[in-house]
Nanobody, 118 residues
Framework: QVQLAESGGGLVQPGGSLTLSCVASGSIFLFDAMGWYRQAPGKERELVAAIRRTGYTNYAESVKGRFTMSGNFVRNTAILQMNSLKPEDTAVYFC????????????WGKGTLVTVGS
């Protein structure tokens, strides 16, 4: 069983920064990709950023230039550096990890709340 634990959420003023961390624990695993998703009240969960073992990283258009994701596939950790935060970034942020061999499995954390407001 794999557990993903997010941390770093909180309340921040518009224009501020937060750093989210995700740490995996549990059974031995080999992730092929890790990602950050978010879900705002009344909205569907959406991809924020994802990184593959190859190092390829992609971002949602709404966060490009403001957020930076990094991943360590040896330590199975992921970081999301969020700068220039806007009120519309308010959401619960979830860490995600994907294994593709021998079967595809997707693991999720329980989420951490980010609130951008004064």
């Amino acid at each position: 069983q794999v557990q993903l634990a997010e941390s770093g959420g909180g309340l921040v003023q518009p224009g501020g920064s937060l750093t989210l961390s995700c740490v995996a624990s549990g059974s031995i695993f080999l992730f092929d990709a890790m990602g950050w998703y978010r879900q705002a009240p009344g909205k569907e969960r959406e991809l924020v950023a994802a990184i593959r073992r190859t190092g390829y990283t992609n971002y949602a258009e709404s966060v490009k230039g403001r957020f930076t994701m990094s991943g360590n596939f040896v330590r199975n950790t992921a970081i999301l550096q969020m700068n220039s935060l806007k009120p519309e970034d308010t959401a619960v942020y979830f860490c995600n990890a994907v294994v593709t061999s021998p079967t595809v499995m997707t693991h999720w954390g329980k989420g951490t709340l980010v609130t951008v407001g004064s």
